[in-house]
């Protein structure tokens, strides 16, 4: 079944109803997301866990957040870091208020994790992304940096990766052995 509108935007998505399947928006378009594995909700809490307990007092964590990345693109990453001053309230957050956003890759979301949702996380002007790939774990860390895309757009370049640990200094001090957060 194909969608017959592909001008939808971020005011629509706050029209959909409470126990609307979970949906994200791209170019226009809403698309409803498949539901995550055993093993990716798994990663996904322990990931939220080990980075509750350590995060300083300006960031909060989250998980599966509606961000706004322009007036008809929204996406949820799997777990995101945003300034603790964002009230508790917000069902949905603005590229702004994000700092991290991390994707944990599926089977189904191979090329979106690693290709669009970079690409757009970028676009927008999030700090930093991360991407967990599965079975077995492996932890790549981009920051935005100053290489500029086609579309005169900034692009995320690595900084770190590992199956072991993953050390960072941004956007904090960080030391992740990869096993705290493996099923």
């Not at 093993?39 to 990931?47: A, K, V, W």
């Not at 309230?89 to 603005?94: A, F, I, T, V």
């Amino acid at each position: 079944m194909r969608q017959q509108r592909a001008d939808y935007t971020l005011e629509d998505l706050l029209t959909l109803p409470d126990d609307a399947p979970r949906v994200e928006l791209v170019d226009g378009v809403i698309q409803v997301t498949p539901s995550p594995t055993l093993g990716h909700q798994d990663i996904s809490f322990l990931l939220r866990l080990w980075l509750h307990s350590r995060v300083p007092g300006h960031l909060r964590v989250a998980q599966a957040m509606g961000v706004g990345l322009s007036f008809n693109t929204s996406r949820q990453p799997d777990v995101l870091l945003c300034h603790s001053e964002v009230k508790s309230d917000r069902s949905r957050l603005r590229a702004e208020d994000v700092v991290l956003a991390v994707e944990i890759v599926s089977p189904g979301t191979r090329r979106i994790d690693r290709f669009a949702k970079p690409g757009e996380y970028a676009a927008a002007g999030i700090p930093f992304y991360w991407r967990l790939e599965q079975d077995p774990v492996h932890v790549y860390a981009y920051r935005i940096g100053d290489r500029v895309g086609p579309g005169g757009e900034r692009q995320y370049e690595l900084v770190a990766d590992g199956a072991d640990v993953i050390e960072l200094t941004e956007p904090f001090d960080i030391k992740l052995p990869i096993a705290e957060i493996t099923p």
